[in-house]
């Protein structure tokens, strides 16, 4: 296991994109992986930025955390009823964002990606990875956990941008 301590050296923004995905393979014995993967390795993660000088962790969840939604498009604010294994261990990595800012003022920042904008939300990543390495940009952080709703008919790609 890496030593997440020296990973984390110099370090400023964390974004937290690595999972266990998958709905199906989250049931029965494969549950395990889930848990290790999805929140222990979370938590692993988070308390290694306590003390930091992080400025701001961005956590990869997932739609999975609506399960049956009432309505479409789902709001951002609307209740989490995950209907799969593989949801609430994102919804548990959630809620482990939330506590490591009230208890240890870890700035975490949970961005819920729907599975059919996944893959241009990771193009979109990669290309803010490769502009922030170049010297003329310089990492910002303006998202606020009052930005709006997060409308899954509706992909707002500035949002997303604006909060990964």
């Known amino acids: 296991m890496a030593n997440l301590g020296t ?14 995905a998958g709905v199906r393979k989250s049931w029965g014995r494969d549950f395990r992986t889930y848990t290790e993967h999805n929140v222990d390795a979370s938590q692993r993660l988070l308390e290694a930025c306590v003390g930091r000088p992080i400025q701001k962790f961005v956590y990869a969840s997932s739609s999975s955390l609506y399960g049956d939604a009432k309505t479409i498009p789902v709001a951002e604010d609307a209740l989490p009823r995950p209907l799969s ?7 548990a990595a959630e809620h ?6 009230a208890n240890h003022l870890v700035p975490t920042t949970s961005v819920r990606y729907f599975t059919r904008m996944l893959t241009v939300s990771i193009a979109v990543f990669s290309s803010m990875c490769s502009m922030l390495s170049s010297s003329k940009v310089r990492a910002q952080s303006s998202v606020s956990d009052t930005d709006g709703a997060f409308l899954s008919s509706s992909w707002r790609m500035d949002r997303t941008t604006r909060a990964t």
């Open 7 to 20: 990973l984390l050296d110099g370090v400023t923004h964390v974004f937290h994109l690595a999972a266990q």
């Open 85 to 91: 294994p593989y949801g609430v261990t994102k919804l």
């Open 96 to 101: 482990l964002c939330q506590l490591y800012w």
